[in-house]
Each structure stands twice: as C-alpha cells, then as structure tokens.
C-alpha cells in the first residue's frame, strides 16, 4: 500500500538579506576555485570523523523519490589498498595500451594520467561509491530505484564539496570496468562501483596540470 504524504514545516531554511547572499555566493565560488584534483598524496591519516560528516553530508542530497541509492564503502586498509590498486592498474594498463582510441588518449594527454596509481595506496582513505539500481529486501524481493545516475553524481558532488570545505583533497579515479571492488569489498549484486574517491592531503610536492575551466559565456545562457 502507498503512504499518504506528511508533511511538516520548513524547519532549518535561512533566508539572508541580498547583501549576504552576494557575499556567500562569491566567498563559496573563492572557495571552490581552490579545488584542484590531486594525484600525489601524502601517507597522513585523516580524522574518521571528519569522513564520517562528509558522508552525512552526501547523504542529504536529493535523489529519484528519496530513495537514495548509493553506498559509500570507505577504505583506509593498507591490505585492501593495496588490493585494490593491483586490480585497478590491471584495467588501467588495458586501457592505456589497448583499449582506449586514440581521441581518448589525446583528450586526457594534458592531464599527464597513466596506468600507474600509487595514490591507490599512499593516500589514507579510498571511498568507493556504489550505485543501487534497486534496492534488496531482506526476503529477496526487488525495490526499484528512480534516475540513479542523477542522484549519484549529485551525492558525489556533496561528498566532494564537503571534503573540500574540511580542507581535504580529492581524485575521482574510475578504472573500468570496476566490477573487481564487488569482489574485494564483499558488496552485493545490485550495488555498482561508480566512483572511486581517493581523499587525503596533496603530497607537500604535488603538481597539478596548468588547466583553466571554462568561461560563464561558455557553460551558461540566460533566457
Ligand atoms: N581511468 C583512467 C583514464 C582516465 C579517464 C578520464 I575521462 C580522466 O579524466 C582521467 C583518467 C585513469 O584513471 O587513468
């Protein structure tokens, strides 16, 4: 039977005078100029708990009919680390030398990735993000989940955004296929690795790519 709707007031929105929403529009985009992926990490570990409400955070996001359809399967195991980058160098050195077309390779060149992933290992904390197509119930039967690609990447954005803001760095890595973290983390058939995050400090020495993002003309129109 389907639940009639509840509905409560809106608790917890702040609404700010126009000269506050200037100045946190722009103190955020200040903010998230300062974001830049990493690929060298340093071997600090991270503070569980600030994983932890970077998660809950992820967790408020919106998805199809709330149904919030993603895990978060978080790995600081050096052991399972190091498992994983074996697997996820496997596929990457297929795809480097055969699987990838050339268009590919010339499009990722001003990155300067390769096969070789030690930040898989170096960095403290791995956090894979699984898609649920549908959802298990304990007697086996199946919930079907609404618009997955959309609710995940919009989690995945939260995640990476609140990590960012605890002063974190980020690399979204996504070998492929990924079916291998099912197998290493022990996750179920409806869950499919979408994201691998790995999360922790830039190496002291970190480069990163002279890259520039693209204009407001060039992402935006106005109608
Ligand atoms: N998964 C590979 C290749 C790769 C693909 C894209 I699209 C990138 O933006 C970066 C890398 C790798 O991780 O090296």
Redesign the pocket.
């Known amino acids: 039977m389907p639940h009639s709707p509840e509905f409560e007031p809106l608790f917890g929105y702040q609404r700010m005078p126009a000269p506050a929403m200037q100045l946190a529009a722009s103190e955020n985009l200040s903010r998230m100029k300062r974001r830049r992926t990493v690929r060298e990490f340093s071997a600090e570990p991270l503070p569980e708990s600030v994983i932890e409400n970077c998660l809950r955070a992820a967790g408020t996001a919106p998805s199809g009919a709330n149904l919030q359809p993603w895990h978060f399967a978080v790995v600081r195991d050096p052991a399972i680390k190091q498992q994983i980058r074996i697997a ?1 160098e496997a ?2 050195r297929e ?2 030398e055969q699987r ?1 077309p050339q268009e ?1 390779l010339d ?2 060149a001003p ?1 300067g ?3 070789s ?1 030690p930040f898989l290992e170096t960095a403290p904390c791995l956090i894979v993000i699984f898609s649920k197509a549908y959802d298990l119930l304990p007697d086996g039967r199946r919930v079907k989940n609404y618009y997955v690609s959309e609710s995940v990447g919009i989690a995945t954005g939260f995640l990476i955004q609140a990590l960012h803001q605890a002063g974190l760095a980020t690399l ?5 296929p990924m079916a291998f973290l099912n197998e290493i983390l022990e996750r179920p058939p409806n869950e499919r690795p979408t994201i691998l995050l790995v999360v922790g400090f830039p190496a002291d020495s970190a480069l990163v790519p002279k890259i520039t993002k693209k204009s407001l003309d060039e992402i935006a129109s106005f109608h």
Not at 172 to 176: I, K, M, N
């Open positions: 996820a596929e990457e795809f480097y990838a590919w499009a990722l990155l990735t390769d096969a992933k979204t890595h996504t070998p492929s």
